[in-house]
């Protein structure tokens, strides 16, 4: 009864969804997977472990909605300072998903991406990774864009160091230099910029993901820790961004009128 009951809510959820103003780009900070597995008395890896039920979930849920890109936070640069066993464990354990997960990708018509420092990542998870986006290139539903070893700082500078290569080489003029350049050049290039941002398990920080790209987001924050989050809270988070004025820096009037066509 329990399980018919969420079944009938998430329809209800999902056909209140206004299909025309979906976010092309959705992008969430996994968070409070620790925090999952410590009220539990379990240990940290524990969280992770049933995180990847989530990640299963989201994916699902957007692609069926009509999501076009969506970025994972699921290791970032400073994630690094962990203890050396919990670091070991996510990379096992991000080894572990792809495998088991490209058949949920392939069913999905999912295509995976990655971006960050892909070259700290150990052999076996850079290997694995780069068979997995293989295998899923042609898919065509939807870019699932897993950030590893990702940070926003490390993405404008090592941005920066490709723009002052071209300028030292006579390939740009320094007043040639654009917010275009700035975005062309950084990880995220072949995407659009992210319209929503989620964080789960109810703490209001960004932690240095995509600084440059969510300027215009929308942030959506939910108490909810990672572990818990199910396709009705993804759902949940949509509504939210649909009840929202986007104005970028305009007037309500304004936005309204280019609403009508005006
Ligand atoms: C943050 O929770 C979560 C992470 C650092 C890792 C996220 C990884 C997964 C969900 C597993 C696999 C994912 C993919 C995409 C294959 P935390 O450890 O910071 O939690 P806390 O704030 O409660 O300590």
């Not at 994916?59 to 300072?81: H, M, P, R």
């Not at 096992?92 to 490209?102: D, Y």
């Not at 990774?129 to 090592?158: C, E, F, P």
């Amino acid at each position: 009864m329990a399980e018919l009951d969420t079944a009938t809510k998430r329809m209800d959820l999902k056909e209140q969804i206004n299909k025309e103003r979906l976010p092309k780009h959705v992008a969430i900070i996994m968070d409070g997977n620790g925090r999952w597995a410590k009220q539990r008395g379990k240990m940290r890896v524990y969280g992770h472990e049933q995180g990847v039920t989530s990640v299963r979930e989201t994916a699902e849920a957007a692609a069926e909605i009509g999501v076009d890109y969506l970025t994972l936070f699921a290791f970032s640069t400073e994630n690094w300072k962990r203890p050396q066993h919990e670091v070991e464990a996510l990379m096992q354990l991000l080894v572990a998903t792809i495998n088991s997960e490209t058949k949920t990708l392939q069913d999905n018509d999912i295509r995976l991406k990655a971006i960050g420092n892909l070259d700290k990542l150990d052999k076996k998870c850079y290997e694995e990774l780069q068979q997995a986006i293989n295998n899923t290139k042609d898919n065509k539903r939807m870019d699932m864009i897993l950030a590893l070893s990702y940070s926003a700082r490390w993405d404008l500078t090592h941005a920066t160091e490709q723009i002052a290569r071209k300028v030292k080489n006579n390939e740009l003029a320094p007043e040639e230099i654009s917010q275009d350049t700035v975005s062309s050049h950084l990880a995220t290039a072949p995407y659009p910029d992210p319209e929503l941002l989620i964080r789960t398990s109810g703490e209001y920080r960004i932690s240095n993901f995509l600084l440059w790209q969510i300027a215009y987001a929308e942030l959506y924050f939910t108490p909810k820790l990672w572990p818990d989050f199910r396709k009705n809270d993804f759902y949940e988070a949509i509504l939210n961004f649909q009840r929202r004025e986007r104005r970028f820096g305009k007037i309500s009037e304004q936005v309204a009128n280019k609403e009508k066509g005006e």
